[in-house]
């Protein structure tokens, strides 16, 4: 059980008045005896000095608790910070293979779905080249917001690095197909500052049992690649092909 130590300010007051209490005592009694109370005075100052003491350790511990609890909020924030991705402020590479080692665990024990939509920006290094690395970050930012948006709540959406995300959702092959072309409208939808589209090329492949998160996302790149072959701002899956060229 945790004893809550007195503040310094209170001990300050204690020994203060403790002390004018003393004086008191002592100029009344020297008044009426000439005894000088030395012993008295000896016990005074033996406990003043431990007063002393009990307000430097009353202010060390105080000084210690605020430390911890500073290092305490540093270390959490730290924590949450590895895990998001600091541009996008989306979740990451290492949130994602957290995730999915969960998820795998609970399919591979029962008999349910698991589907990754990858996709990338096209045309990525012409926006920056033409606009600037600012307004490449600002196309992140947006479409982040715009997949975080869409991505169902169940799902993870996570930025993998560079201008390409996924989202793995626990659905199969034909629902996460259709997500894919509704998140593609919505992107190739959206008009930033210069009046300029941005679109994405998506590819969706379903998981299997054993399957780890690089293989996966090897499937996902290998369809997403797939779509920039047919020429760019489309769905492809494993099953499915829905090609929009025009948004």
């Known amino acids: ?10 001990i300050k007051t204690f020994i203060f008045l403790v002390f004018v209490f003393y004086l008191f005592f002592i100029l009344i009694m020297k008044k009426t005896t000439s005894h000088f109370f030395i012993e008295d005075l000896i016990i005074f100052l033996l406990f003043l000095g431990f007063s002393s003491y009990l307000t430097f350790e009353s202010k060390l511990l105080n000084h210690l608790n605020i430390k911890t609890r500073n290092e305490s909020k540093k270390q959490v924030k730290m924590l949450i910070e590895a895990y998001k991705d600091e541009l996008t402020k989306t979740h990451n590479r290492k949130t994602l293979k957290r995730w999915f080692h969960i998820k795998s665990k609970i399919i591979d024990s029962d008999v349910k779905h698991l589907s990754i939509i990858y996709f990338d920006i096209d045309n990525f290094k012409k926006i920056n080249d033409t606009y600037g690395h600012n307004f ?9 917001r715009i997949s975080k948006e869409i991505s169902p709540k169940y799902g993870l959406f996570s930025r993998i690095g560079g201008e390409e995300f996924c989202i793995l959702i626990p659905e199969n092959i034909e629902e996460s197909t259709l997500l894919a072309e509704k998140l593609r409208l919505n992107i190739s939808k959206t008009h930033f500052d210069n009046n ?16 780890t998160l690089e293989l996966l996302l090897d499937k996902g790149d290998k369809e997403m690649y797939k779509a920039k072959l047919n020429g760019k701002n489309c769905v492809i899956s494993e099953k499915f092909r829905i090609h929009k060229n025009a948004s």
């Open 1 to 10: 059980m945790n004893t809550k130590k007195p503040s310094a300010k209170k």
């Open 136 to 144: 490449g970050d600002i196309v992140l930012k947006e479409i982040s």
């Open 196 to 211: 300029m589209n941005v679109t994405c090329s998506f590819g969706v492949a379903s998981y299997k049992n054993g399957d």
